[in-house]
């Protein structure tokens, strides 16, 4: 990949989101508004490597992508009132008083979750046009076909589009419904920004904090939303540790290896005030409360060994009544060997095994590995970790999966 290549990456990375939602806002077409994104990506390809990159790419692609929606317009003839007031607005814009409305990209995640589509087309659009994922990194995170995310999102835009939906906030009186699907992925940005799916960097940061920054203005909206607190205190405790999670080479550190004294406090704080706002709300934790509560048991703890996991085992007990899943259980199995012992914790992995959950993840026999290693038998262990690494599509973890099978 050339300097240019990655300066591009970089960029669509950081931008990928306001562009779009500037783009979807001037053309009310979500489908139409990625399109013209993409050609103009294609167009920095072609001139930055001739021009260099502009002192304000973001500015420069969106630009280039309202030019080309108008000579699309111009192409059609369709020359109304909009286009005229458009291209006017244009003319008048310098790239240094290019300032996205921050609530556009909120806007962005309501429309790509509008009720008309499906879940999974929910989240597959989502990560597409807000976090700028492509297909096969969406696929990796889902643990499903590239092919079947590519028909998701090619069949969430064509749906819109025959429904009309705008690009707009929905009315307050339609906010809690949607919400569900909205957290969700909001989360999952953030997940893909903490530990990445694949590439050769464990960690996104810049894709986490636009997650965290989107559940701190939907925190603003909705602050009677209790979980909308809890995710947010979830995201702060996590990302209070970034500074922490990798070497100066990009080698991951483990949670165990961390140095604590490099977690941000303020950060840590604010995850506390947000789990206390949402415990303050008076109806109980819910999904992403209760993993901030977790988070939060780490954060205050001054080591691994100080941890309080018995509290963690109760949460993540609670967690799973609330919302089941393998992961949760997983987890689960992970206080359990830090509170009484890795016996009773592989009992649980094997019983996980058993039942064909997390099958093709890297997750279980990761876990698996671990706990054999701590149980002592060696061979068994190097085999799991072996077979994680072989599964983990994440350079950089690959990379420490077969370091822990080398070393025992």
């Known amino acids: 990949m050339t300097d240019i290549q990655r300066t591009v990456d970089a960029v669509w990375r950081i931008e990928s989101a306001r562009i779009v939602a500037t783009l979807a806002k001037m053309t009310g077409d979500l489908g139409l508004a990625e399109d013209l994104a993409q050609e103009a990506l294609v167009d920095a390809l072609t001139q930055w490597p001739q021009s260099g990159a502009p002192q304000n790419a973001g500015a420069w692609l969106t630009a280039v992508a309202k030019r080309k929606a108008i000579d699309g317009w111009r192409r059609r003839e369709r020359l109304d009132q909009r286009y005229r007031a458009i291209a006017h607005d244009l003319s008048e814009t310098s790239e240094d008083e290019w300032q996205p409305i921050d609530d556009d990209v909120v806007r962005l995640v309501f429309t790509a979750c509008h009720p008309v589509l499906s879940r999974e087309a929910q989240v597959a659009l989502t990560l597409r046009v807000v976090a700028g994922l492509t297909?096969?990194?969406?696929?990796?995170?889902?643990?499903?076909?590239?092919?079947?995310?590519?028909?998701?999102?090619?069949?969430?835009?064509?749906?819109?589009?025959?429904?009309?939906?705008?690009?707009?906030?929905?009315?307050?009186?339609?906010?809690?419904?949607?919400?569900?699907?909205?957290?969700g992925v909001v989360y999952l940005v953030f997940t893909?920004?903490?530990?990445?799916?694949?590439?050769?960097?464990?960690?996104?940061?810049?894709?986490?904090?636009?997650?965290?920054?989107l559940g701190r203005v939907l925190a603003g909206l909705l602050p009677r939303e209790p979980e909308v607190h809890g995710l947010v205190a979830l995201m702060e405790f996590q990302a209070s540790r970034f500074a922490a999670r990798v070497s100066q080479d990009g080698t991951p550190i483990l949670l165990s290896d961390q140095d604590r004294s490099r977690w941000d406090r303020t950060q840590i704080e604010r995850g506390r005030a947000a789990l206390e706002r949402a415990d303050a709300v008076g109806r109980g934790r819910g999904n992403y409360a209760l993993q901030a509560a977790i988070a939060e048991c780490h954060a205050i703890a001054p080591s691994v060994e100080g941890t309080d996991w018995e509290r963690i085992v109760l949460l993540y007990e609670a967690l799973g009544r609330l919302a089941p899943s393998p992961v949760v259980e997983l987890n689960r199995a992970v206080a359990v060997s830090m509170a009484s012992g890795p016996a009773n914790a592989l009992r649980i992995v094997d019983r996980l095994s058993s039942q064909g959950q997390l099958r093709g993840s890297y997750l279980l026999p990761s876990v698996r590995g671990e706990l054999l290693a701590r149980l002592g038998r060696t061979?068994?262990?190097?085999?799991?970790?072996?077979?994680?690494?072989d599964l983990a599509t994440n350079e950089r973890e690959r990379a420490v999966l077969r370091a822990k099978a080398a070393a025992l």
């Open 379 to 389: 061979d068994e262990a190097r085999s799991e970790l072996i077979t994680a690494a």
């Open 135 to 183: 297909t096969t990194e969406i696929a990796r995170l889902l643990l499903v076909p590239v092919a079947t995310v590519q028909q998701r999102i090619v069949r969430a835009k064509k749906t819109l589009s025959a429904a009309h939906v705008p690009f707009e906030t929905p009315d307050p009186s339609e906010w809690t419904a949607r919400l569900g699907a909205v957290l």
């Open 192 to 213: 893909e920004g903490y530990a990445a799916t694949s590439g050769d960097r464990w960690m996104r940061p810049e894709i986490a904090n636009e997650a965290l920054r």
